[in-house]
């Protein structure tokens, strides 16, 4: 188990130097193949109407002046072993892990951008208890009624929910719920530290939006899930045992169907702790997703960097979770 | 002219008489006066003494820095007021009394000696930090150095003062390389005192220095960029918090007086920001009085504002804002056959201005524009050199001979081609170039809209003569406002020859005229302001009469103001409401 741990970790190490090594290519290496001069990539980080002499302290400063590869060297090292800024009366340090300095705003990203991990860690929380609950009870519940109208409304609603883009059931919401019948007034993030219950009455509308979209997936996934395993050999076999209806369909039916819907949740997870980006935009949320786009409108690398990275490692470190689950939950496999 | 002088005087008594009678009010009573459309354009609006309560603003983006030495935004201009304050500052009241500059830190304007080439200016006394500490000139010129001399690291501001302050004789290098000296030309005989050294004479410097960079800024407190975080306030807010790309909160500064500010108010308890808001929720919000201010104060989007506007009791909230922006046309003096004065006198008589509004979405978004000062600049003088009926250009019998007749002086009677340049990612301008290019096809001229993305559209497109040569771009769509509304501010970077650049180049007609430099440059000398405000006027005209610029809109945005928000009233100077006297009865 620890070296399957190790084996994996290790691996992740390799998958985070690949992504930023291809993230660190698309917005420094590709800008120079299409011809881009270092005056023109470090233009676009010193305001309006620029002296040449800014240009070039400013090539300087961010390091423009520098082999692409030693640029890249220089990010990798400060993210292990910190790095020293010149970006003021007296140089700054940059502790570990430093993903440097916005090109914008010359603050340092990563605290900046791990004050944000909590909101897209609530947004997601939240989001996730409701549509795993929901979205797996509805398929369960679809698939034990299989042709009955619940079925057909449930799916029906499900359909609905996978079709419709959060930027209109995000903003539909908001429209009835805040301004038509003001329930959830005046959004905006209050954290949970400050006060619990304004924490979640801010956040019960994306949390519901969010989750309409996943638990109609969930749920969709869960009943063909259930069908196939309810029909297996092994469940007429439980059933002729005499074993209770209720102990067939938990113990041998959900828990085999169950399977998929873990390695599905990891990734969506995963990928949602990197930013919900529409939910957080759609609700003015200033989380993970928001300071993404943020970052990419203001082509602002390191933070560019900086959020890949870390998205790119929520992803990983889900999947070896669920890797893990996978052994609690399936008999069959074993972690070597 | 005169209809308009004669509005802004019943504005402005107005506004003097609703002020004055908020002042004179006691307690704590809600806001009072008359909630009309456009009525903040002529005076102000809930008019109120209450004090108390908390200004909540929302922005659909973030600013470029709220320290007063890194910002460039308007709205920063306006709103970093309540914190920092500079050593003059515009008036804060509506109607044309709101271009006026009034002493802030300062006691009075600025005394110019030599030629108007030095400027002393004297501070007021008592003056503190919110941390307690003095104000004192050193830190207006501390604050002064490190915005213009150290772009590297605060690169956002302009950097005006570089340009026209005399530099050292081994060339400064700004407060964080250069430790042992400061600027020369800039000196602090006493703590009450400063005085500016100029490499010319500039007739409009009360205007720079009204920017915020003049705003103290003490040494001992300042750590680069990171000043930001713990910005010392000097005015009657100060910052609670301030979290980068989320908002912040600011709350009263105690160390502020009443008695040494005469042109701010501490209305509100406690200030809020949130940055990156919905356009539309922010619009909501405004609707439903969930929050005091849009702080960009760029008006509503498309579809709020048609709900708005539709709704009779919404629409006595929402004022139609002169923005103080030109959309016009730049055409080229260099690119043939628009190098051909007659050529782009065609062009001028051509285009059919009014379906260039209509494209825009009506007269809510601009007026129909004639020249290139727009009413808002101090010197903007009214005339229309090229008129057509209705401002239909070739849809009007007028307008159709007089392009006709000026493309046969041009030896082009039948026309010719070129290219019109727009940005990809503004659609108002895509529309305008479309309606522009409909409108000249009826004779004869075609022209070809080339979409570059408006990142680089200055550095590397539009704004790089030599992409313009070589790309062939008779035509380009270009928006501006001035970062100080004189003649001269407006003016010099889109007219002047000597401000052509290779790259970054605002003057996209390459006008290189040595009669209209010589004017502006004259006129810039002249220290009587009646005098230099009839000259912006005069050059208006003969950049008109050379036809490189094809003014299309004086733009306007539509802004909502709600009913919890007291003594709103927009300023011309920001084109926006004026922030400095907001208050909130929530």
Sequence with gaps: ?336 | MRRTKAAALVAVATAAGLTLSACSSSGGSGGSGSSTYNAANTSVVNASSHTGGTASYQLSSTPDSMDPGNTYYAFMWDFSRLYARPLVTFNPAPGNAGLQLKPDLATGLGTPSDGGKTWTYHIRSGLKFSDGTPITTKDVKYAIERSNYAHDVLSNGPTYFAQYLVDNSSPYQGPYKDKNGGLNSIQTPNDTTIVFHLKQSFADFDYLVSNPETAPVPQAKDNGADYVKNIVSSGPYEFQSYQDGKGATLVKNPNWSQASDPVRKQYADKITLAFNQQQTTIDQNLMADNVTMDLGGAGMAADSQATALANPQKKTHIDDVQSGALAYVALSSQVAPLNNVHCRQAVQYAIDKTSVQTATGGDVHGDIASTILPPTVTGHTDFNLYPTSGNKGDDSSDGLAAAKQQLKLCGKPSGFSTNIAARSDRPNEIAMATAIQASLKKVGINVQIQQYPSGKYFADDAGAPAFVHSHNLGMMMMAWAADWPTGYGFLEQILDGNAIKASGNSNLSELNDPAINKMLNDAIGNTNDAQRNQAWGAIDKAAMQQAVIVPLLYRKDVMYRPDSATNVFVNPAYGMYDYLTVGSTK
């Design chain 1, 1 to 336: 188990m620890v070296a399957y741990i190790i084996r994996r970790a290790f691996a992740a190490v390799v998958l985070l130097l690949i992504v930023s090594a291809v993230t660190f290519g698309i917005f420094f290496l590709v800008p120079r193949l299409a011809g881009e001069t270092t005056q023109q990539l470090a233009s676009q980080y010193v305001g309006r109407d620029p002296s040449p002499q800014a240009v070039q302290s400013i090539i300087h400063n961010l390091g423009f002046d520098k082999p692409v590869y030693q640029q890249y060297w220089e990010f990798i090292h400060g993210i292990v072993a910190g790095r020293t800024f010149n970006d003021g009366p007296t140089p700054t340090h940059c502790a570990v892990p430093c993903f440097g300095y916005s090109f914008k705003s010359h603050l340092p990203v990563w605290p900046d951008l791990t004050q944000r991990i909590p909101v897209t860690l609530s947004l997601a929380l939240g989001a996730a208890v409701i549509w795993l609950v929901s979205g797996v009870a509805i398929g369960v519940l679809s698939a034990l009624k299989r042709g009955s109208i619940f079925d057909r409304l449930s799916m029906g609603v499900a359909l609905a929910g996978v079709s419709l883009p959060i930027f209109f059931t995000g903003l539909l919401s908001m429209d009835l719920f805040s301004f038509q019948w003001p329930i959830f007034s005046n959004l905006h993030y209050v954290n949970f530290t400050d006060n619990p219950l304004m924490w979640a009455k801010n956040l019960v509308l994306p949390w519901v939006t969010l989750a309409f979209l996943y638990s109609a997936l969930y749920a969709r996934l869960t009943r063909a899930g259930m069908l196939e395993t309810m029909s297996e050999d092994y469940i007429r076999t439980a059933r002729a045992k005499g074993l209770p209806e209720r102990k067939v369909v938990t113990r041998h039916g959900l828990r085999s169907a169950l399977t998929p819907i873990i390695t599905i949740f990891g990734m969506d997870f995963g990928l949602l702790l990197g930013g919900a980006v529409l939910t957080e935009t759609v609700f003015s949320l200033p989380g993970v997703g928001q300071y993404a786009v943020q970052a990419i409108t203001d082509n602002d690398l390191p933070k560019v960097m900086a959020v890949t990275t870390l998205a790119a490692f929520f992803i990983v470190v889900a999947n070896l979770l669920v890797d893990l689950l996978y052994a609690v939950v399936d008999p069959r496999v074993r972690l070597s």
